[in-house]
C-alpha cells in the first residue's frame, strides 16, 4: 500500500551497522537528541566537530569540539550526522557540500512530542498516509509528500533538496493573495511572516491579527508594525479556546506551550474574530497547530479561509492535520510544499 516509501530502514538502524567513524556536526539541544537516539541503537559517536569558523576550544558532552578540518586530517573515512537545522543558502550549500564528500545523515527527530519517525511508524498509520497521498491536489504535492517521508525515515537529504521551492512559489502559484485580505498570523515571530504577506500583497490589506507568545519576539513583532494601519498584535498563544497555557520562552521561532514555563494567555482564532471572517491563516506554532485549527473551526467551516500550515513539529503532524483540515472543509485543494531547510523543516501544507 505504501508503494511511494522506498525507504525501509532508518538512518538509526544504519548507524547502528556503520564500521567508519561517526561525527555529530553541531551542538546544543538537536546534539543532545540525537545522543539519547544513539544510546537507544547503541549507536557510537567517536566525537564532535563545527565548522571550522565556529570552534574555540570549547567541549560537548565530554568530547572535545573539533574543526571539520581537523577531523579530516585525523581520518581517511568518516560519517557526518547532522545535528541542527540549517534555514539559510550557504549554510544548506555548505552541508550539501559535506554531503558531496562523506556520507552524511541528518536524522529526523521531533520537534514536539516523542517516537521516532521509522519505516514501522508509516505502517502503522498507512491507511492515513495512502488517504493524504490520494487527496493532494496535484502530482508534485505526492512526490513532496513522499519524498519528505522517505528523508524522514533514512536521513538522507538528497530526498530534500529534490523538492525544495522557494516560498514565492507558494504565494505566487497557490495562496495568490489579493490586496483586501484579512490575514491571520499565528506563529508571528518577529513580524517576518507579516512582512512577507505584504510584499506579495504590495503593502495592501484588509485587517491583520498577528499572535506571538514569546515576549522578546513580541517586542521585535511590535516595532516592525508600527505606524501600520488595522493590525491588531496579540502577546498570546494561539489555541482551540481562550485560557492560560504554560509556556516556554526560548527567544526563538521555538518557543513553544510547555509542561513548564511561565503562564501565558492563549486565544483562538474564532474568539479573537468574533464571528467575522478571516481569507488566510498562517499556523507556525510550535506543535500546537492541532489546537490552533481547532480553535478556528467556525471560521474554516464558514469562510473557507486559505490556510498555510506547519507539518513538521509532531510526527504525525505531515498525515494528521491534512486529514483533519479536509475533514472540516472538503471542499478544500490540499497542496504540500517543502521551502530550504534542512532537515524537513518548513514543509507546509497548503489548504485553497
Known sequence: MLSFITERKSCW??????????????????ADKIFEVFEQYKIKAKGVFASDEYVRGHSFRGYKVKKYSEVCEEEEDFVIVLAFAA???????????????????????????????????????????????????????????????????????????????????????????DTDEVYVDLGAY???????????????????YALEPDNRNFKKLSLSV??????????????????????????????????????????CVDSILQGSPASIIKMDVEGAEEEAIN???????NYHPKLMISLYHRNRDIFYLPLMVKKLNPDYRLYIRHQPYIPAWETNLYAV
Open 190 to 208: 518577529n513580524g517576518d511572516t507579516v512582512a512577507e504577506f505584504l510584499e506579495f500583497t504590495g503593502g495592501r490589506y484588509q485587517r491583520i
Open 295 to 301: 480553535g478556528a473551526k467556525y471560521t474554516i467551516k
Open 226 to 267: 508600527e505606524g501600520k494601519e488595522n493590525i491588531e498584535i496579540f502577546n498570546c498563544a494561539a489555541w482551540s479556546e481562550d485560557t492560560e497555557l504554560l509556556f516556554a520562552d526560548r527567544a526563538g521561532r521555538q518557543s513553544a506551550v510547555s509542561t513548564t514555563g511561565k503562564s501565558k494567555p492563549a486565544r
Open 13 to 30: 538502524e544504519m548507524l547502528a551497522l556503520e564500521k567508519r567513524p561517526i561525527y555529530i556536526y553541531g551542538m546544543g539541544n538537536g
Open 87 to 177: 534555514g539559510y543558502d550557504s549554510l544548506i550549500e555548505k552541508i550539501m557540500e559535506y554531503d558531496r564528500r562523506h556520507t552524511l545523515y541528518a536524522p529526523d527527530v521531533p520537534i514536539e512530542g516523542g517516537g521516532l519517525f521509522t519505516y514501522e511508524y508509516c505502517e502503522e498509520h498507512k491507511e492515513e498516509i495512502n488517504e493524504v497521498y490520494n487527496m493532494l491536489a496535484d502530482d508534485f504535492s505526492k512526490k513532496v509528500f513522499a519524498d519528505t517521508i522517505n528523508f524522514r525515515i533514512s536521513g538522507k537529504i538528497k530526498y530534500l533538496t529534490g523538492v525544495t521551492t522557494p516560498k514565492s512559489e507558494v504565494y505566487t502559484d497557490i495562496i495568490k493573495p
